[in-house]
C-alpha cells in the first residue's frame, strides 16, 4: 500500500511539476534575460562543446537523394556475405554456415522551412548455403512526423511496424525446426516545450509484439502465444538548465503490459513505474553525458505472484582524448519482459563500452565490448551475455560505403531452470550504394 501511495505521489508531482512549468515559463524567460545577452545567444541544452566521430558531419561524403518536389528520396541497395561458427547457438557439436545479405531501404524526407515528415522503409533477405531453413526475409516501414506549434513547441508523432526473427539462443526453445517470426507495432504521440531555462517533453507510446509458432524438429509447434504482449506507456519530462553546459532533469513513466495468454491459469500481465532523477553537462572538451538515477516498481495483476522493486538508472557518459578518438560508456537497469513460459519479468543490467577512432576523415575504426545480466523473477534462473566487437566502415564516396564487422558473444545460463550457455563468432562484410 505504502508502495503503491509513493508511485501515485510521484506520478502526480510530476504531472503538476510538467503542468506548471508548461503554463508559466515567464519567471524562466525573465532570469534568462538577465544572465546578459552573450550566453542568451548560446542554446542552454546544447550540449555541442564536443563532438563525436560518429555525429561529426562530413558533407562531401553524404548522399544527394532525388528531388521529389517539396521531398527528398534517398535509396540505397546493399549486399553482403558472412559466417557465422555456431548457427543453432549450441552448447556442444556447432554447426557453422556462410551466408550472403541483400538490403534494400528508401527514405523520404521532406524539405519544408516548417514542420517535418520522414518516411522509410527497407527489407532484408539472408540466406545460408547449408542450412537453408536459417534463411529469412525481413522488412520494416516507418512514418515521423512534426508540427511546429509555436517557436519552442512541438507536437509529434511516429508510426514503425516490423515483421523480423528472433536470433538463436534469445529466448528459443532447443530443437526448433526455424526461427520464430515476430511481428511489431510501434506508435507514439507527444508534445515538447522549450522556453527559457525549462524544456519539457510528455508522450504516449503503444507497442504491441506478436510471436508467431515456430515448428520443432521432431514435428509440431512450440507455443509462443503466451509472449504475444500489448504495452502501453506515458512518460513525462521536465529538463531545467543550470547553466549553458549543465541541466538538471527529473522524468517519470508508466507502462501497463498485457499478455494474450494465462499460462496454467497464472496471469502475468504487470504493471511498471520508473522515476529517474539526474543530470546531463558538457564540460570543457573532455567529458559529456548524462547521469539519471531512480527506483522502479512492478505490480503484477496476479496474486500468486510477487511485486518486484529496486534502483533504476540510465546513463550516458562520453569521454574525448582527442578530436580523432570517441569513448562512450553506456548503462541502464529496468524490468522488461521475461519472454519465458515460467517467468513475467526480468531485472536486466546492461553496460556497453564503445571506442570510436576516426583512422581518416572518411575511415571509422570501432570497437565495442558489453554485458547484459538478466535476473528472472519467480524463477531459479540468472543469464549473462556478453559481446565483443570489433567494426570498420570506410565511406568512399557520396556513392558508396563499404563495413566489415567481427563480433563474438558468449552467453552463460545458472539456475535449476537455466537456459542455454554457448560461445558464437561471426563475421562480414557489405557494400551499400546510395543516391
Do not use: C, K
Not at 327 to 353: E, F, S
Request: no cysteine; proline share 3%.
Amino acid at each position: 500500500m505504502t508502495i503503491s501511495v509513493l508511485r501515485f505521489s510521484g506520478l502526480a508531482l510530476g504531472g503538476a511539476v510538467l503542468a506548471a512549468a508548461w503554463a508559466t515559463p515567464t519567471f524562466a524567460q525573465e532570469t534568462q534575460q538577465q544572465d546578459g545577452q552573450a550566453q542568451a545567444d548560446r542554446p542552454l541544452f546544447d550540449r555541442g562543446n564536443n563532438e563525436s566521430v560518429r555525429e561529426r558531419e562530413r558533407p562531401e561524403f553524404d548522399p544527394l537523394g532525388a528531388p521529389l518536389g517539396a521531398f527528398r528520396l534517398y535509396p540505397s541497395a546493399g549486399f553482403g556475405i558472412g559466417h557465422t561458427d555456431n548457427i543453432f547457438a549450441t552448447e556442444t557439436n556447432a554447426d557453422e554456415d556462410s551466408y550472403i545479405d541483400a538490403t534494400a531501404a528508401a527514405v523520404l524526407a521532406s524539405q519544408w522551412s516548417r514542420h517535418g515528415l520522414r518516411l522509410s522503409a527497407d527489407v532484408n533477405h539472408r540466406e545460408f548455403a547449408d542450412f537453408d531453413e536459417e534463411s529469412a526475409t525481413t522488412w520494416g516501414a516507418g512514418v515521423e512526423g512534426r508540427v511546429d506549434i509555436l517557436r519552442g513547441t512541438q507536437a509529434f508523432a511516429t508510426f514503425a511496424t516490423r515483421e523480423g526473427r528472433e536470433g538463436r539462443g534469445v529466448n528459443d526453445p532447443n530443437g526448433l525446426a526455424e526461427l520464430i517470426e515476430v511481428n511489431t507495432e510501434r506508435a507514439t504521440l507527444g508534445v515538447s516545450r522549450e522556453a527559457g531555462r525549462l524544456r519539457m517533453r510528455i508522450e504516449g507510446e503503444l507497442y504491441t509484439a506478436d510471436f508467431d509458432d515456430a515448428r520443432l524438429r521432431p514435428g509440431g509447434f512450440a507455443d509462443q502465444d503466451f509472449r504475444d504482449e500489448e504495452a502501453r506507456t506515458l512518460r513525462g519530462r521536465v529538463d531545467m538548465a543550470i547553466s549553458p553546459d549543465t541541466a538538471l532533469f527529473a522524468s517519470a513513466s508508466q507502462t501497463q503490459r498485457e499478455f494474450d495468454d494465462a499460462v496454467g491459469g497464472l496471469v502475468r500481465d504487470f504493471d511498471t513505474t520508473d522515476a529517474l532523477i539526474g543530470a546531463s553537462f558538457d564540460l570543457s572538451q573532455l567529458l559529456r553525458g548524462e547521469i539519471g538515477l531512480g527506483y522502479v516498481w512492478s505490480t503484477y495483476d496476479s496474486q500468486v505472484l510477487d511485486d518486484v522493486e529496486g534502483f533504476s538508472g540510465a546513463s550516458v557518459l562520453e569521454w574525448f582524448p582527442s578530436q580523432l578518438t570517441t569513448v562512450r560508456l553506456d548503462l541502464r537497469r529496468g524490468i522488461a519482459p521475461a519472454g519465458v513460459l515460467d517467468a513475467a519479468a526480468v531485472t536486466r543490467t546492461d553496460v556497453a563500452l564503445a571506442v570510436d577512432h576516426e583512422l581518416r576523415r572518411n575511415i571509422i575504426l570501432g570497437g565495442q565490448v558489453g554485458y547484459v545480466r538478466g535476473e528472472y523473477e519467480e524463477l531459479d534462473r540468472e543469464d549473462s551475455v556478453t559481446r565483443y566487437a570489433v567494426t570498420g566502415d570506410w565511406l568512399v564516396n557520396r556513392v558508396a560505403t563499404l563495413n566489415a564487422r567481427v563480433e563474438r558473444r558468449e552467453q552463460e545460463s545458472e539456475g535449476v531452470s537455466r537456459g542455454r550457455t554457448f560461445d558464437v563468432t561471426e563475421f562480414a562484410v557489405s557494400a551499400t550504394l546510395r543516391r
